[in-house]
């Protein structure tokens, strides 16, 4: 990124979502992180599933405090910060902490402390949030310059995902949305997934959506979560870790500010039709 003089230097924020959990947020977090890391960006990660955060352990990185020890005011960012892999550095949030599952004011208004004062020294900020719509998702969505909506090509997920787009749309209608399809078969698998949520969102909603890319289904994810480590660094050459290095390419290639929205694909030829979102649409009978 390059800094305009006398604008104080930010990171490009990127808030991970899903509508349902299980869907790769986090390994897409990480190994995009990783692998923007690799090379050369200046990058953090900020986990921001809040009370139920996994980036640490995904990284098998220990960390002695959490974000939740910042927002309640104990410790201070530098306290938590912990060295990643690749260069990155990682905010790591509490697990099984109830009392950041739905933030005070005073809490959000130090989030937003926290991610300016992160942001104020790196190239990029990645938030891996929770699943789902919640008041906590929503709210730092809002913090993001970009959001990126990751679903499985599985029915259930690409339902949960619309959900989510929507809700992220009503409360931010100019808000760049990005979708990526994890763990498909191939391209084509996942630019199907795209073009039902693109074409729902269109008809339904009158918003045009972008596709950020795909992430092949790849043993080497799982087996890199059981060593603790990005599948950029321990498998480069892994089919999953060309997808990722892919989507991190895109990410460096952004400035902070998106551009607008390009016209949207053709609606699908597809089974899971338009029709399906109709009726989710549908007011619902007493
Ligand atoms: N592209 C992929 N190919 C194969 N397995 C994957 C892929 N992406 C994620 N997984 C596996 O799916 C599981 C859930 O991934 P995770 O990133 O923790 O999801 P989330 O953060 O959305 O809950 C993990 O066990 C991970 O190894
Ligand atoms: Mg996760």
Redesign the pocket.
């Known amino acids: 990124m390059t800094a305009t003089a006398g604008v104080p230097r930010r990171a490009a924020i990127l808030a991970i979502t899903?509508g349902k959990?299980?869907?790769?947020?986090?390994?897409?977090?990480v190994n995009v992180a990783a692998a923007l890391g690799r090379a050369g960006h200046r990058v953090g990660v900020l986990d921001a599933?809040l009370g139920l955060g996994?980036v640490d352990v995904?990284l098998g990185l220990t960390p002695g405090a959490h974000l939740g020890d910042v927002l309640g005011g104990e410790k201070t960012l530098s306290d938590v910060l912990v060295p990643g892999p690749d260069g990155i550095i990682v905010i790591p949030a509490g697990n099984g902490i109830r009392a950041l599952t739905s933030l005070s004011s005073p809490q959000w208004q130090r989030l937003a402390e926290v991610i300016d004062e992160a942001s104020s020294a790196l190239d990029f900020l990645l938030l891996?949030t929770a699943?789902g719509v919640s008041d906590n998702v929503i709210g730092l969505t809002a913090l993001a310059d970009r959001v990126v909506v990751?679903t499985s090509y599985e029915p259930t997920a690409i339902v949960d995902a619309y959900a989510v787009i929507k809700l992220l749309m009503s409360a931010g209608p100019d808000r760049e949305v990005g979708v990526v399809v994890?763990?498909v078969r191939d391209a084509e698998q996942g630019e199907l997934v795209f073009r039902q949520l693109s074409a729902a969102a269109t008809r339904f909603l009158g918003v045009k959506l972008r596709y950020y890319g795909f992430?092949?289904?790849?043993?080497a994810?799982?087996d890199?979560?059981l060593e603790q480590r990005p599948v950029v660094s321990r498998t480069p050459d892994a089919p999953?870790s060309r997808?990722f290095r892919r989507l991190a390419l895109r990410v460096a290639n952004w400035s902070r500010r998106p551009t607008p929205p390009r016209p949207s694909l053709p609606a699908p030829m597809t089974p899971f039709s338009p029709e399906d979102f109709a009726r989710l649409e549908a007011p619902r009978c007493a």
Not at 21 to 29: A, I, P, R
Not at 215 to 219: E, G, K, L, P
Request: with cysteine; aromatic share 0%; glycine share 14%.
């Open positions: 899903s959990g299980g869907v790769g947020k986090t390994s897409l977090t599933d996994n995904m891996d699943p990751v994890n763990a992430v092949i289904r790849d043993s994810v799982g890199s979560v999953a997808c």
